[in-house]
Antibody
Framework: QVQLVQSGAEVKKPGASVRVSCKPS????????INWVRQAPGQGLEWMGW????????DYAQKFRGRVTMTWDTSMSTVYMDLGSLRSEDTAVYYC??????????????????WGKGTTVTVSS | DIQMTQSPSSLSASVGDRVTITCRAS??????LNWYQQKSGKAPKFLIY???SLQSGVPSRFSGSGSGTDFTLTISSLQPEDFATYYC?????????FGQGTKLEIK
C-alpha cells in the first residue's frame, strides 16, 4: 500500500524554523518526486515546491525561495521540508504529495497522486 | 504565475443531481489540468489528470473536460460521499497553482 507518513504537529515562535518530514512506503523512494503543499486555516491549497530524490533537483515557488529547503535522506528514505523565518502567516497544514506523471503523445503532465495526512504547523508568540 | 479561477465558489445540490464546476486559467495550459477532492479535515484526493483522464479507482460518475483555458469537472449523479471541496490544479508551468476551490454542499 502506497502511503506517505508525515511527522507530528509543531508549534513554533515567530522567527524560528520548522522541519517537517515525509516518509514514503510501498514504492521505490527514488522513483517519484515529492511535492509540498500547504493550506492555511480555511484557505485553499498552495504549492511550495518539489524535490526529486533521484537527482537532487528542487524547484521552489518564488514566494518561498530563501526560506525553504527540501531535501531527502536516502538512507532513511525520508524527505524533509525546512521552512525558516517563520511568521504567523505560515500557520497552516503542510502536506507532502507524491508526484506522478502522464507521459504519452508528447505530453508530460505532472500530478500529485498520493498525499500524506498533513502536519499542522502553528506559529505563535 | 498562472491564475486559476473556479466557479462557482460554492454550490448547493441534492443527491442524484448532475453538477458542473468550471475552472479557467489565465493563459492557455493545454491539458495540463488536474482535479482533487478534499473533505473537511482530510488530505486532498486525486481524481482526474490531463483534464479528462480518471484516476484509477475513482467512480465513473466523475468526468473532466476542456483544454486551453477552460475546463469543467462534472459529477453525473451526486452521491452523499461527494459533498466536499473540489480544486483544479495546473502543472503547465511552475509555480503550480490551484483554483480557490468549490465547496459542494447538500441542499
Amino acid at each position: 500500500q502506497v502511503q506517505l507518513v508525515q511527522s507530528g504537529a509543531e508549534v513554533k515562535k515567530p522567527g524560528a524554523s520548522v522541519r517537517v518530514s515525509c516518509k514514503p512506503s510501498g514504492y521505490t523512494f527514488t522513483s517519484y518526486d515529492i511535492n509540498w503543499v500547504r493550506q492555511a486555516p480555511g484557505q485553499g491549497l498552495e504549492w511550495m515546491g518539489w524535490v526529486t530524490p533521484r537527482s537532487g533537483n528542487t524547484d521552489y515557488a518564488q514566494k518561498f525561495r530563501g526560506r525553504v529547503t527540501m531535501t531527502w535522506d536516502t538512507s532513511m528514505s525520508t524527505v524533509y521540508m525546512d521552512l525558516g523565518s517563520l511568521r504567523s502567516e505560515d500557520t497552516a497544514v503542510y502536506y507532502c504529495a507524491r508526484g506522478g506523471a502522464f507521459a504519452e503523445n508528447g505530453y508530460y503532465i505532472q500530478y500529485m497522486d498520493v498525499w500524506g495526512k498533513g502536519t499542522t504547523v502553528t506559529v505563535s508568540s | 504565475d498562472i491564475q486559476m479561477t473556479q466557479s462557482p465558489s460554492s454550490l448547493s445540490a441534492s443527491v442524484g443531481d448532475r453538477v458542473t464546476i468550471t475552472c479557467r486559467a489565465s493563459q492557455s495550459i493545454s491539458i495540463y489540468l488536474n482535479w482533487y477532492q478534499q473533505k473537511s479535515g482530510k488530505a486532498p484526493k486525486f481524481l482526474i489528470y490531463a483534464a479528462s483522464s480518471l484516476q484509477s479507482g475513482v467512480p465513473s460518475r466523475f468526468s473532466g473536460s476542456g483544454s486551453g483555458t477552460d475546463f469543467t469537472l462534472t459529477i453525473s449523479s451526486l452521491q452523499p460521499e461527494d459533498f466536499a471541496t473540489y480544486y483544479c490544479h495546473q502543472t503547465y508551468s511552475t509555480p503550480y497553482t490551484f483554483g480557490q476551490g468549490t465547496k459542494l454542499e447538500i441542499k
